[in-house]
T-cell receptor, first 112, second 115 residues
Framework: DQQVKQNSPSLSVQEGRISILNCDYTNSMFDYFLWYKKYPAEGPTFLIS?????DKNEDGRFTVFLNKSAKHLSLHIVPSQPGDSAVYFC???????????FGTGTSLTVIP | DAGVIQSPRHEVTEMGQEVTLRCKPI?????LFWYRQTMMRGLELLIYFNNNVPIDDSGMPEDRFSAKMPNASFSTLKIQPSEPRDSAVYFC?????????????FGPGTRLTVL
């Protein structure tokens, strides 16, 4: 059963505009959330994370928002750049747990 | 550091054949993870090791799958016999330690095609 869901397989955005990638989860015990970015023919690389005690974490052009009541998180990229074109995976982990639960990924295309 | 190294990068085989995927983790990392990526399920954890010892293999889909870590710098994932539904990209990842917030570093993956 998929505990972390990314319902949009793909997203296209114009360069300079905002990209919003969404992620939903079902397990209310998840305590930590991450976004990984994956280019073709490469492995995923860590992008940004957020603890459940926060509702926002920002790192440069990337901001992750967490809505615990809705079991929803989102990644905002502002402004979007062509180099941001990649597959983005959302992941979650349990407090004290040992594994990450990944979503199915969203393929972002930033159009120049 | 060269990062996590996986070989081969691509593997094409016929149904029923044995397949062995290899991984070299980042030096000094105590944890090693094997994942499988499919369109339907995203990244699934198959098994992970701590100090060369398998800790959780509940994600291994069937007895056809096995994994070993004979030393701190090498791990294998074996499928025997392989089936077309095993076609996927297999990733190896390592981390310095496992806390639920620790970053995992992924290798480039092995794209497996079973005909």
């Amino acid at each position: 059963d998929q505990q972390v869901k990314q319902n949009s397989p793909s997203l296209s955005v114009q360069e300079g505009r905002i990209s919003i990638l969404n992620c939903d989860y079902t397990n209310s015990m998840f305590d930590y959330f991450l976004w990984y970015k994956k280019y073709p023919a490469e492995g995923p690389t860590f992008l940004i994370s957020i603890s459940s005690i926060k509702d926002k974490n920002e790192d440069g052009r990337f901001t992750v928002f967490l809505n615990k009541s809705a079991k929803h998180l989102s990644l905002h990229i502002v402004p979007s750049q062509p180099g941001d074109s990649a597959v983005y995976f959302c992941a979650a982990s349990l407090y004290g747990g040992n594994q990450f639960y990944f979503g199915t990924g969203t393929s972002l295309t930033v159009i120049p | 550091d060269a990062g996590v190294i996986q070989s081969p990068r691509h593997e094409v085989t016929e149904m029923g054949q044995e397949v062995t995927l290899r991984c070299k983790p980042i030096s000094g990392h105590d944890y090693l993870f094997w994942y499988r990526q499919t369109m339907m399920r995203g990244l699934e954890l198959l098994i992970y090791f701590n100090n060369n010892v398998p800790i959780d293999d509940s994600g291994m889909p069937e007895d056809r799958f096995s994994a070993k870590m004979p030393n701190a710098s090498f791990s294998t994932l074996k499928i025997q016999p392989s089936e077309p539904r095993d076609s996927a990209v297999y990733f190896c990842a390592s981390s310095l330690r496992v806390g639920y917030t620790d970053t995992q570093y992924f290798g480039p993956g092995t794209r497996l095609t079973v005909l």
